[in-house]
Each structure stands twice: as structure tokens, then as C-alpha cells.
């Protein structure tokens, strides 16, 4: 098993929609837990943090469940501007590894 | 405030030449990761420095190495390259040792002919 797995999509929505990004995690053991976001082309950008309560920011939703190792991403209303690859992160090891995991990545495309 | 910055922006070398690739972190931070992202694959992680020290590398073969000098900034060197080295390599900094929340530069396009 992979040790972060995402699906690659990719997942093509109009504007306005709904859509939700999963992403399974191998530790059980693992402790934190982010999305990132990468444009075509730059470098990966911090988009949220996952807290275990979930949390909230603006049109984006992130949950955690431990108890089936997998986190979610959950975008309202899709703009023109979400159109992305969006990464799942986890902090596998703590911080005395010092080595994020990173997904592949699931890209979205929002179409007018 | 300045970002993370990385030069050169690209690199074209032949195979079993050596490049060197350069990262200034954000200011105050102290911890430089360096990853490599190759086309269709996700971020690998290879080398994480943190006060002048190696504190951890992934899985990658002892010709990637680098160092980090007391202005925090830190090179990346990959000797006798081979073509699967091209790739893009993304530095990161963070401010809390242990890389919990990266700022990436724009990164370096490595292509090896």
C-alpha cells in the first residue's frame, strides 16, 4: 500500500459545483495532516491545515478520519480560480523526520 | 518579505555531469527541505537540513548530497547525473524545525541530455 494515495482524477466540474477530494494514508501512527495546492508549473502553496475536529475556511472544508486513515477536501461553489492540482500531505514520521509525504495529487478543473 | 528563492530557474546538463542547485530560505526560518518532482510523479522528499546539519534524507542514492551554510541558505549537489535526475527540484523552508508547514520556491528545472 502507498503510502499517501489520491485519486489522480482528473475531476472536470462546472462553476458553482460541488467537489470532494479523498486521500487514504498508510501510519496509523501519522499526526498531522495538510492540503496543498499547485498550480501548473509553480510550487506547491499551503492551502489548509487538518485538524481532527475538521475545520473550515471560507468555501473549503478538510476532515481527518483516523479510524479509517483517510482525509478529505470538500470545495463549495467552484470558481475558475480553483482549477488546480490539490496534494494531500501527511506528516507520517513526526517531526523528527522532518519529511512531509506527499500525494500525487488530484487535479480539478472548473469549467465555465 | 521575500519568499523562498532558487537559482537557476533552469539547468540543462549531460549525463554524468554535475549540477548544483541553490536555495535562500525565508527569513528566520532555519529548516531547508529539498524535494524532487519528477514528470507525473509526486514530491520526493530528499534532504532536510536544519542549523547546518543533515537531519534526515530519503531514498535516494549518496550522489545527491548538499549543505546548508550559516546564513541558512543551503545547495543542493547531484553528481555523475543520470537522465532520470531531470526533473523539478523544490526547496522549502519552514519556520518550525521538522518541516510542519513548507513554503516552497519556484524551483529549479533540472533536464539532463
Known amino acids: 500500500r502507498k503510502e499517501v494515495e489520491q485519486d489522480p482524477g482528473p475531476f472536470n466540474v462546472p462553476e458553482g459545483a460541488t467537489v470532494a477530494f479523498n486521500c487514504t494514508y498508510s501510519n496509523s501512527a501519522s499526526q498531522s495532516f495538510f492540503w496543498y495546492r499547485q498550480d501548473c508549473r509553480k510550487e506547491p502553496k499551503l492551502l489548509m491545515s487538518?485538524?481532527?475536529s475538521g475545520n473550515e475556511d471560507g468555501r473549503f472544508t478538510a476532515q481527518l478520519n483516523r479510524a479509517s486513515q483517510y482525509i478529505s477536501l470538500l470545495i463549495r461553489d467552484s470558481k475558475l480560480s480553483d482549477s488546480a492540482t490539490y496534494l494531500c500531505?501527511?506528516?507520517?514520521?513526526?517531526?523528527?523526520?522532518?519529511?512531509?509525504?506527499f500525494g500525487k495529487g488530484t487535479k480539478l478543473s472548473v469549467k465555465p | 518579505e521575500a519568499g523562498v528563492t532558487q537559482s537557476p530557474t533552469h539547468l540543462i546538463k549531460t549525463r554524468g555531469q554535475q549540477a548544483t542547485l541553490r536555495c535562500s530560505p525565508i527569513?528566520?526560518?532555519?529548516?531547508v527541505y529539498w524535494y524532487q518532482q519528477a514528470l507525473g510523479l509526486g514530491l520526493q522528499f530528499l534532504l532536510w537540513y536544519d542549523e547546518g546539519e543533515e537531519r534526515n534524507r530519503g531514498n535516494f542514492p549518496p550522489r545527491f548530497s548538499g549543505r546548508q551554510f550559516p546564513n541558512y541558505s543551503s545547495e543542493l549537489n547531484v553528481n555523475a547525473l543520470e537522465l532520470e535526475d531531470s526533473a523539478l527540484y523544490l526547496c522549502?523552508?519552514?519556520?518550525?524545525?521538522?518541516?510542519?508547514?513548507?513554503?516552497f520556491g519556484s524551483g529549479t528545472q533540472l533536464s539532463v541530455l
Open positions: 527569513s528566520g526560518h532555519t529548516s
Open positions: 487538518v485538524y481532527s
Open positions: 522549502a523552508s519552514s519556520l518550525i524545525q521538522g518541516g510542519e508547514k513548507l513554503f
Open positions: 500531505v501527511v506528516n507520517m514520521y513526526g517531526g523528527s523526520q522532518g519529511n512531509l509525504i
